[in-house]
């Protein structure tokens, strides 16, 4: 008789048949400690070059930022406050992050979540309610989509940046329906940008709104750092603005920036904000901090592109088709699930540590080498990635197989 957890042996069986010989759940599902301690982690006595966390500018471990988070913890405690936002978890903490924010990203207000996945999440399914409709981006996170699932409204996923299929989906909505658009600023496999002056003229036309998670945009793009929307000069233009601190601002949590009125009504309607505790005071205030040095050190931004460039040049020299990343993402897509045993000898024979990602995460049938490089990283050490790679790639056929899906992976998403 089936039952209802049949689904998870079908699932591991298929993952074990996409990866055959090349099945490794110590790769898989990481069980080894993964630190933010970058460059290099230590573990078992070997030293390993670590390129693989999204810490982008270096700022989970600046001392300041340890230190405000030690000093509030030795004052409050690690969890506190322990309430929700609307009871006993408002401190003035919280006001002070969700202010600066606001002024960082030019908005009216903020509102602080206690996950960036939330933060995606619950505006998208409490803002777009019954007979509205909100179109997403096929490649959009996993948190934007599930958004669009959870709402009451009509939800469609439009290919991956084809502004052409959007628009035909907005054509066919009457002009006054209300809607959302929703993308992400850098799409954190592929490393390319949503296209958002396009977007911007198709939302006005189509009297539709936009929401952009610039999760990976944020701290990286733009003179300022300020993301997507500052690279391409629309900030000004997009109504709702939604990050984590769980990348460039190196904490944890997350965030909604835009209209008061707007933000107002999320925060009593959303349950990823309403139903759930605040985010910890010494996070909050690590958080204050570390804004404040994203916006002081326009020189990590700097080295983080620099290194980015020798990472990428790197690799396409040596015959890699890595696509036409411009986020800080760098990923090759290759065939089955190759990333396994690249990742496992980058490591093992490299002591250089970077991600495989695998189906679900990516369609069945291909897998990627993921490396996102850090402000504290060395252009001497991406030149090491690169020379490791080409070098597993004599005994691996990471090569052939990137060849062979790496248009095939976007084809997939625009077929
Ligand atoms: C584009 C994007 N949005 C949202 C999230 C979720 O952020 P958090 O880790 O804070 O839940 C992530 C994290 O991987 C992401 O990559």
Same mark, same amino acid.
């Given at each position: 008789?089936?039952?209802?957890?049949? *689904?998870?042996?079908?699932?591991?069986?298929?993952? *074990?048949?996409?990866?055959?010989?090349?099945?490794?759940?110590?790769?898989?599902?990481?069980?080894?400690?993964?630190?933010?301690?970058?460059?290099?982690? @230590?573990?078992?006595?070997?030293?390993?070059?670590?390129?693989?966390?999204?810490?982008? #500018?270096?700022?989970a471990t600046h001392p300041e930022v340890r230190k405000i988070a030690a000093d509030v913890?030795?004052?409050?405690? +690690?969890?506190?406050?322990?309430?929700?936002?609307?009871?006993?978890?408002?401190?003035?903490?919280?006001?002070?992050?969700e202010r600066k924010l606001a002024e960082f990203r030019r908005t009216e207000d903020c509102l602080v979540f206690n996950l960036g996945l939330g933060a995606m999440s619950g505006t998208i399914a409490c803002i777009v309610g019954r007979n509205e409709r909100v179109f997403v981006d096929e490649y959009a996170h996993g948190c934007v989509s599930d958004g669009a699932k959870l709402c009451k409204g009509e939800a469609s996923w439009f290919k991956h940046n084809d502004?052409?299929?959007?628009?035909?989906?907005?054509?066919?909505?009457?002009?006054?329906?209300?809607k959302l658009i929703a +993308?992400?600023?850098?799409?954190?496999?592929?490393?390319?940008?949503? $296209? #958002?002056?396009?977007?911007?003229?198709?939302?006005?036309?189509?009297?539709?709104?936009?929401?952009?998670?610039?999760?990976?945009?944020?701290?990286?793009?733009?003179?300022?750092?300020?993301? &997507?929307? @500052?690279?391409?000069?629309?900030?000004?233009?997009?109504?709702?603005?939604?990050?984590?601190?769980? *990348?460039?601002?190196?904490?944890?949590?997350?965030?909604?920036?835009?209209?008061?009125?707007?933000?107002?009504f999320v925060k009593y309607n959303s349950p990823s904000f309403v139903l759930t505790k605040a985010l910890p005071s010494p996070i909050t205030a690590a958080t204050i901090k570390t804004l404040e040095l994203m916006q002081a050190m326009p020189e990590r931004r700097h080295q983080l592109w620099e290194?980015?460039?020798?990472?990428?040049?790197?690799?396409? @020299?040596?015959?890699?088709?890595?696509?036409? $990343?411009?986020g800080a993402v760098t990923s090759i897509f290759t065939k089955g699930a190759l990333a396994l045993p690249v990742v496992r000898m980058l490591m093992d024979k490299h002591d250089i540590i970077v991600n495989p990602v695998m189906y679900p995460a990516v369609?069945?049938?291909?897998?990627?080498?993921?490396?996102?490089?850090?402000?504290?990283? &060395?252009?001497?050490?991406?030149?090491? #990635?690169?020379?490791?790679?080409?070098?597993?790639?004599?005994?691996?056929? #990471?090569?052939?197989g990137n060849q062979a899906v790496a248009h095939k992976a976007v084809a997939h998403v625009s077929e």
């Open positions: 008789m089936p039952d209802i957890f049949d *689904k998870c042996d079908v699932f591991w069986q298929r993952v *074990k048949k996409l990866s055959g010989d090349y099945y490794d759940e110590s790769v898989f599902f990481r069980k080894f400690p993964i630190t933010n301690c970058l460059p290099e982690i @230590e573990m078992d006595g070997k030293t390993y070059l670590q390129i693989a966390t999204n810490d982008y #500018l270096g700022l913890t030795a004052e409050h405690g +690690v969890g506190t406050p322990l309430g929700a936002r609307p009871l006993t978890g408002n401190t003035t903490m919280h006001l002070e992050l502004m052409d299929d959007l628009e035909n989906q907005l054509k066919a909505c009457p002009i006054d329906q209300p +993308v992400d600023g850098v799409y954190g496999m592929t490393g390319d940008l949503a $296209p #958002l002056p396009d977007l911007v003229e198709l939302k006005n036309k189509y009297n539709a709104q936009l929401f952009v998670d610039d999760a990976h945009g944020t701290g990286v793009m733009g003179e300022n750092g300020r993301g &997507t929307p @500052e690279l391409f000069g629309v900030e000004d233009e997009i109504e709702l603005h939604g990050g984590t601190f769980a *990348k460039s601002f190196g904490t944890f949590g997350g965030y909604l920036c835009g209209p008061k009125k707007v933000l107002d290194n980015i460039n020798v990472l990428r040049s790197g690799l396409r @020299e040596g015959g890699f088709d890595i696509g036409n $990343p411009e369609p069945y049938g291909i897998s990627i080498v993921r490396m996102t490089a850090s402000a504290l990283h &060395t252009p001497a050490q991406m030149q090491r #990635l690169v020379d490791a790679i080409i070098e597993v790639s004599n005994h691996l056929p #990471l090569l052939e």
